[in-house]
C-alpha cells in the first residue's frame, strides 16, 4: 500500500475525525465517546508532532501530541494519541506513524512520551513496544466507559538524543 506520512492540516480534519470515530466505536480506543470539535482538538494539542497518513489523498491515518501538564517542568513530555482506519490496520500505517512522531518529538526537544491504552488493545501496545516504548504500569480501574470501569496501561519512550546528559 502507498502511504504518505506528512504533517496534518485543518483541511484534514475530517478525514482525522472519521478515523477517530472508528476507534471510539470499538470501545477500545479511548475514554471519548464522540470526537471533538476542530476548534476543541486543535487547541489541546501541540501545535507541531501533528500527522496524517494518506493513501490516494485520504486520511487513513492520524497521530499527534497532547502536552501532560502546563508546568515548565514538564515542557519535554507529551502525550501520543494514534489511530489508524480500520479497513488498513495491520499494513504498518501505524508504525510509520509512530516512527515519524518520534523523530518529530525530538525536533521538538520532547525528551519523553507517554501513552495510556486498555489492555484490551493489544495491536496498539505492541505497536507501541515495536517503537521503542516501555511498560511502566498499570491504573487499575480509572476510569469507566458506558458503565465499565477500565484498567489503562502506563507506556513511555525516553529519548536516547533530547534530554540526556
Not at 74 to 100: F, H, N, P, T, W
Request: glycine share 10%; proline share 2%.
Amino acid at each position: 500500500m502507498d502511504i504518505v506520512v506528512e504533517a496534518m492540516q485543518a483541511s484534514d480534519w475530517e478525514g482525522v475525525r472519521a478515523t477517530y470515530l472508528e476507534g471510539v466505536a470499538t470501545g477500545n480506543a479511548t475514554f471519548e465517546t464522540d470526537a471533538p470539535s476542530w476548534e476543541e482538538w486543535d487547541s489541546k494539542h501541540l501545535g507541531d508532532c501533528r500527522l496524517v497518513a494518506k493513501h490516494g489523498g485520504q486520511v487513513v491515518g492520524w497521530a499527534a501530541l497532547t502536552p501532560v501538564s502546563s508546568r515548565c517542568v514538564y515542557a519535554g513530555v507529551a502525550e501520543v494519541s494514534i489511530y489508524v482506519a480500520k479497513a488498513v490496520q495491520r499494513q504498518g500505517i501505524g508504525r510509520a506513524l509512530l516512527r515519524e512522531l518520534v523523530k518529530e518529538s525530538e525536533r521538538a526537544g520532547l525528551w519523553t512520551l507517554q501513552s495510556g491504552t486498555f489492555p484490551e488493545n493489544e495491536a496498539s501496545i505492541a505497536l507501541h513496544k515495536s517503537c521503542g516504548f516501555r511498560e511502566v504500569g498499570r491504573r487499575e480501574r480509572i476510569g469507566r466507559l458506558n458503565g465499565v470501569w477500565r484498567d489503562v496501561v502506563l507506556m513511555e519512550r525516553r529519548s536516547k538524543v533530547v534530554g540526556i546528559l
